[in-house]
Structures are given as C-alpha cells and as structure tokens.
C-alpha cells in the first residue's frame, strides 16, 4: 500500500494507539491490584508504557490544539473546537498525575500508586471515549479529503510530523510504542510517513534492546 497522505487517517491512527494502550494499561493495572503486586519481570516495561502513554497522549492534544484546530476552523464552522479543547484540559487533569504515580512505581508504595493509577486511567477513559468519537465525527477521510487538496495535505501533514517527530522522546521509546499499538495493516502508513526512522532504527539492535521490554504490551505478533 502506498500511503497518500489524508489527515483523518493520521488522526485515526494515533486514536488507535491512544485507545488500545489505555485499554493495555488499564488491564494490567487491575491485574497488579488483584494480585497485590506488580511483577518485577514486567515492571519496567509497564512503567516505560505508562511514559509512552503520557507522551503520545499529551503530544496529540498540543497538536490538535496548537495545529488541527486552527487550520479546520473556517474549513468546519460547525466543529466544536472550544468544547474539544476543555475535554484535552479535562484529560490533562488525570494525566498529569502520572508525574506522581509513576516515581512511586519504582519505589515501596505500591498498592497505592496502582490505586492512584487506576484512578486516574478510569478518568482519562471517561472523557477519553467520548471525546475521539466526537473528533471522528467532523474528522472523515472523506470530508477531509474534498476540503484538503493533495498539494495542501502534504504540507499540512509534513508539520504534523515535524511536531511528533520533535517531542516523541525518547525516540527509541515514543516510536515502537506508537507503531506496535497499531495492528499491523496500519504499521504500513506510520513506515512510510517516517521512513528514515522504520528502516534505519525500528529494528535496529541498538533501538531494540532499549524498547524490547515493552513488547509483551504491544500486539501479540511483536517479538
């Protein structure tokens, strides 16, 4: 498949991975609760997630605020931009306690960081499901299609990726962690809208050994 660029489907993409690794996260959360204990084989994995998350979430929602919105505003009248941006506020609420939540992690107080962490995924996910589903509603491959010519989505999509590119660190982290929260008929458009980054440095051994330890939570064909 030779990827033509179309905003949706980027938008559609990183929604993907948003809601899996939640989904990812979420469950092994529970598990650790249930079982009163985080396994130590897993743990830095899931930590290393838990600041993937972080950083693909919050690094979409400055896109969109800073970039998307602005560019669609007179193109969509009718998209509820003010009403989009207070759901990112109302995500960044939850999020931001992983700043606290995953220091503990590391340390003695485990129980109640995976309580806090809990607590605080159950709240991104109450706004979370709501608020992509509304994005996807004005953000179609077809409306953006016939509102975007070839010309203009490729220079729009060209400072998409710059902006990802630029705050998606640690990239040998942030990157793998986008790609394998995708199923693999999508891993196609992200290695060909990062080309320099999929051949030369995905599965590289140097990249590899510093984001091996994340792949139990990624799709199950990821080794």
């Avoid at 993907?16 to 092994?28: C, G, K, M, Q, Y």
């Avoid at 743990?43 to 997630?49: E, M, P, R």
């Avoid at 992509?132 to 016939?146: A, Q, R």
């Avoid at 203009?152 to 710059?162: D, K, P, V």
Wanted: proline share 6%.
């Amino acid at each position: 498949m030779v990827y033509e660029p179309n905003l949706a489907i980027d938008l559609l993409c990183t929604h993907n991975v948003i809601t899996r690794s939640l989904e990812v996260a979420a469950e092994h959360c529970g598990q650790s609760l249930r079982s009163g204990e985080l396994d130590e084989a897993s743990k830095d994995g899931f930590i290393d997630y838990l600041e993937c998350i972080r950083t693909v979430l919050t690094t979409h929602h400055h896109l969109e605020t800073q970039k998307v919105f602005p560019y669609f505003q007179n193109k969509i009248p009718e998209l509820p931009v003010k009403q989009l941006n207070q759901e990112h506020g109302k995500i960044g609420i939850h999020l931001i306690k992983f700043d606290d939540i995953i220091p503990d992690l590391k340390g003695d107080s485990l129980i109640p960081s995976l309580e806090q962490l809990n607590e605080a995924l159950t709240g991104i996910n109450h706004v979370w499901y709501p608020h992509k589903e509304l994005e996807e509603k004005y953000f179609t491959v077809e409306k953006i299609g016939n509102l975007v010519d070839k010309d203009e989505m490729r220079g729009q999509s060209e400072i998409y990726r710059e902006f990802i590119i630029e705050r998606y660190q640690p990239d040998y982290l942030v990157m793998p962690f986008q790609f394998y929260n995708l199923p693999p008929k999508e891993r196609d458009i992200w290695a060909q809208k990062f080309p320099e980054i999929f051949t030369h440095k995905l599965i590289s051994t140097e990249w590899k050994d510093k984001w091996s330890n994340m792949a139990e939570f990624f799709y199950p064909d990821v080794e």
